[in-house]
């Protein structure tokens, strides 16, 4: 009887139609383990040869200059030559000693301060404006915008001719009346900070109003029909609406305007060229007075690493405490209700 029943057995498993194509696609832990294993590396590769272009310019453009500025920055040099004459860290002590270069740091600050402060009321406002339906907003927009595609060393020169004593802007003051106010613009240096502020914020303002009105066109129209049938006002509206929706754009905007001024240098090179009296020097003025004008190489090497790290240090901190939001922010979860 035992060799009967394994008789059926094997008569059973034979007799039972084997899905070949099924094993096959499917396969065992092992194929689909390998597969799976395949797959991950395929991704790898692709990423690694689309990212790898972008790393390697990177790499020569941006990793290569800041390792070499370090290297310069301990010597004593002066572009020709060997680097024989170590000094360590005596550039850096000296550029921190340097009421000249402490001076142009204050005025970077002063400037970032500054830019947010004007150009974000003002940007909002246009933008806010602008976003209305009324007639000729395209053309509005485009007159709004301009200032910022123009060149930085054709607006630098326009401004600076109008701005000069008996100029333009001058004239147009005494003819409305208004002689009083006229000033040397670009030679005081109790004023020439804000000159330099006032061109600023004209050659910029644009970019923060296409910012605004881009996040302005992402906010949905039902929120604000909603509010108009709650019988909220205008202000309410914007405050309770417009400007938290909005706050992601604004603080990009900021981060880019505070980089910005902090590595500024063409604008206010050709409009005082860091004058007078050092009123408008700002660090990157100070890093090539120092060294194409006067051939200290390694002392501007200083300089540009302590311009790197500030700029790094204002950069992550400002990441850490205001972008973190928008970048780490997860939705909360409801709670359960318990009866």
Same mark, same amino acid.
Do not use: C
């Given at each position: 009887?035992?060799?009967?029943?394994?008789?059926?057995?094997?008569?059973?498993?034979?007799?039972?139609?084997?899905?070949?194509?099924?094993?096959?696609?499917? /396969?065992?832990?092992?194929?689909?383990? /390998?597969?799976?294993?395949?797959?991950?590396?395929?991704?790898?590769?692709?990423?690694?040869?689309?990212?790898?272009?972008?790393?390697?310019?990177?790499?020569?453009?941006?990793?290569?200059?800041?390792?070499?500025?370090?290297?310069?920055?301990?010597?004593?040099?002066?572009?020709?030559?060997?680097?024989?004459?170590?000094? /360590?860290?005596?550039?850096?002590?000296?550029?921190?000693?340097?009421?000249?270069?402490?001076?142009?740091?204050?005025?970077?600050?002063? &400037?970032?301060?500054?830019? &947010?402060?004007?150009?974000? +009321?003002?940007?909002?406002?246009?933008?806010?404006?602008?976003?209305?339906?009324?007639?000729?907003?395209?053309?509005?927009?485009?007159?709004?915008?301009? +200032?910022?595609?123009?060149?930085?060393?054709?607006? /630098?020169?326009?401004?600076?001719?109008?701005?000069?004593?008996?100029?333009?802007?001058?004239?147009?003051?005494?003819?409305?009346?208004?002689?009083?106010?006229?000033?040397?613009?670009? *030679?005081?240096?109790?004023?020439?900070?804000?000159?330099?502020?006032?061109?600023?914020?004209?050659?910029?303002? *644009?970019?923060?109003?296409?910012?605004?009105?881009?996040?302005?066109?992402?906010? +949905?129209?039902?929120?604000?029909?909603?509010?108009?049938?709650?019988?909220?006002?205008?202000?309410?509206?914007?405050?309770?609406?417009?400007?938290?929706?909005?706050?992601?754009?604004?603080?990009?905007?900021?981060?880019?305007?505070?980089?910005?001024?902090?590595?500024?240098?063409?604008?206010?090179?050709?409009?005082?060229?860091?004058?007078?009296?050092?009123?408008?020097?700002?660090?990157? &003025?100070?890093? &090539?007075?120092?060294?194409?004008?006067?051939?200290?190489?390694?002392?501007?090497?200083?300089?540009?690493?302590?311009?790197?790290?500030?700029?790094?240090?204002?950069?992550?901190?400002?990441?850490?405490?205001?972008?973190?939001?928008?970048?780490?922010?997860?939705?909360?979860?409801?709670?359960?209700?318990?009866?």
């Amino acid at each position: 009887m035992a060799d009967d029943a394994t008789g059926s057995a094997t008569a059973t498993l034979t007799d039972r139609p084997v899905d070949r194509a099924a094993a096959r696609s499917t /396969g065992g832990p092992g194929a689909r383990g /390998g597969r799976r294993l395949s797959a991950t590396w395929r991704k790898r590769l692709e990423v690694a040869f689309f990212v790898s272009p972008a790393l390697a310019l990177f790499g020569v453009f941006v990793v290569v200059p800041v390792v070499q500025a370090v290297r310069y920055s301990v010597y004593s040099w002066n572009g020709l030559g060997p680097l024989d004459d170590f000094v /360590g860290l005596a550039n850096y002590a000296r550029a921190l000693q340097d009421t000249v270069f402490t001076g142009a740091v204050l005025n970077n600050l002063t &400037i970032v301060v500054l830019s &947010i402060l004007i150009q974000l +009321p003002l940007g909002l406002g246009v933008a806010l404006l602008l976003d209305r339906e009324m007639w000729g907003r395209t053309a509005m927009r485009v007159i709004v915008f301009m +200032p910022y595609v123009l060149a930085e060393v054709v607006a /630098g020169v326009v401004w600076f001719m109008l701005l000069q004593p008996n100029g333009p802007v001058d004239a147009a003051l005494e003819a409305v009346g208004l002689g009083s106010l006229v000033q040397v613009w670009l *030679g005081d240096p109790e004023i020439a900070l804000y000159t330099v502020m006032v061109v600023l914020t004209w050659k910029y303002l *644009g970019l923060a109003v296409i910012l605004f009105l881009a996040g302005l066109q992402g906010i +949905p129209t039902e929120l604000y029909e909603a509010a108009q049938l709650d019988g909220a006002s205008w202000w309410q509206v914007q405050r309770r609406i417009t400007v938290p929706l909005l706050g992601p754009t604004v603080r990009t905007w900021a981060f880019l305007s505070m980089i910005g001024s902090l590595q500024l240098f063409d604008m206010v090179w050709i409009l005082t060229k860091g004058g007078p009296a050092n009123s408008t020097m700002t660090m990157a &003025i100070y890093l &090539i007075n120092q060294g194409t004008n006067r051939s200290l190489y390694g002392y501007a090497s200083a300089v540009a690493v302590l311009l790197f790290v500030i700029s790094l240090v204002l950069a992550l901190t400002y990441q850490r405490l205001i972008l973190r939001r928008d970048t780490h922010d997860t939705p909360r979860t409801p709670r359960k209700v318990t009866r």
